[in-house]
């Protein structure tokens, strides 16, 4: 069975462009709407990919990557924001992202993104 990509963001259009670009490409995902939603479905399963937005309501994006780095440090996590800063770039980077995006993205991009994490 293939392993999912997960995205996780808690704004539904960011979530359906990419669920619609994965589905497209016939690359499995699965949503949340949260970083602890998807904190919770990890005790139970694992995904291939995750592409994380950092602001959520909850716990962030950041804790996340931390939290998946401890659990599964071959993870690769993409990390996705809209309030791009160096400090945070530099903070995602240092804990290990396998890439930072800046929102708004280009949805070509983002699939090549995903694609090289995927191999």
């Known amino acids: 069975m293939i392993k999912p990509v997960w995205i996780i963001d808690d704004d539904r259009s960011i979530r359906w462009v990419l669920e619609k670009a994965l589905a497209r490409e016939n690359i499995e995902y699965k949503s949340f709407v949260s970083a602890d939603e998807a904190l919770s479905a990890l005790q139970h399963e694992t995904p ?60 070509p991009e983002m699939l090549k993104i995903i694609g090289q994490a995927l191999e």
Do not use: N
């Open 48 to 107: 291939q990919v995750v592409v994380s937005d950092i602001r959520m309501p909850g716990s962030s994006g950041l804790d996340l990557l931390q939290q998946l780095r401890e659990r599964h440090p071959h993870l690769p996590v993409i990390i996705m924001t809209a309030y791009g800063t160096t400090d945070t770039a530099i903070e995602a980077t240092k804990l290990g992202a396998f890439d930072y995006v800046l929102k708004p993205f280009e949805v």
